[in-house]
């Protein structure tokens, strides 16, 4: 089955800097990537996603760039804030129309945006 | 609320009582999951139902019996449990349909502890 896998597991960045975290894959039939944000305490939220026909995809300072080749994907976070804080769960499935549909998650990285 | 809610959010249970864990979405969604959560490991994966048929099964023991009655209810019985069972159990739901799978929705979790 699918394999993710993500790092760091623990970034701190001072306040206003970027922050990248970077998952691979393993399924190369795998064509769907969420990330989601969960803050303490809190349910897991969908962020921004990308599917394996673009390249990358941008939501104010969120982006999201897709390796096919390579079977990796990241997240860029600019101008980090506070509220950033929070730990991020990248995520692949195989988007089948219907079938296929699980999400594989990674373990996860605790950032730490610092004031 | 986003539009899945999990009861209880909090549950203490002894090894030898019998509990249930019940999640509703609202969002019109035709497929739903049962997850688990526990510090250092990523969310793990246990049932799928899509049109209210179970399928997915992620090798998950006998003790947990998900039970979905209708396309808006998820039930996850529980007995019988062990403490290494204790972890945050998250349900999800999701839309499937001719463009694939579409983002998650999560609800609160139950935070459940097995004494």
């Known amino acids: 089955g699918e394999n993710v896998e993500q790092h760091p597991s623990t970034l701190s960045v001072q306040e206003g800097d970027s922050a990248v975290i970077k998952c691979t894959y393993s399924d190369s039939a795998s064509n769907y990537f969420p990330w989601y944000k969960q803050e303490l305490g809190k349910r897991p939220q969908l962020i921004i996603d990308i599917r394996s026909n673009v390249g990358e995809k941008k939501d104010q300072r969120i982006a999201v760039t897709l390796n096919k080749t390579a079977k990796h994907f990241s997240l860029h976070i600019t101008e980090t804030q506070p509220e950033d804080s929070a730990v991020y769960f990248c995520a692949a499935s195989k988007d089948s129309g219907g079938s296929n549909y699980k999400l594989t998650f990674g373990k996860g990285t605790l950032l730490t945006v610092n004031p | 609320e986003t539009g899945v809610t999990q009861t209880p959010r909090h549950l203490v249970m002894g090894m030898t009582n019998k509990k249930s864990l019940k999640c509703e979405q609202h969002l019109g969604h035709n497929a739903m999951y049962w997850y688990k959560q526990s510090a250092k490991k990523p969310l793990e994966l246990m049932f799928v139902y899509s049109l209210e048929e179970r399928v997915e099964n992620n090798s998950v023991p006998s003790r947990f019996s998900p039970e979905c009655p209708n396309s808006s209810h998820l039930f996850l019985h529980l007995h019988t449990l062990q403490p290494e069972d204790s972890a945050l159990y998250l349900c999800?739901?999701?839309?499937?349909?001719?463009?694939?799978?579409?983002?998650?929705?999560f609800g609160s979790g139950t935070r459940l502890t097995v004494v």
């Open positions: 999800a739901s999701s839309h499937e349909g001719t463009q694939g799978v579409g983002g998650y929705t």
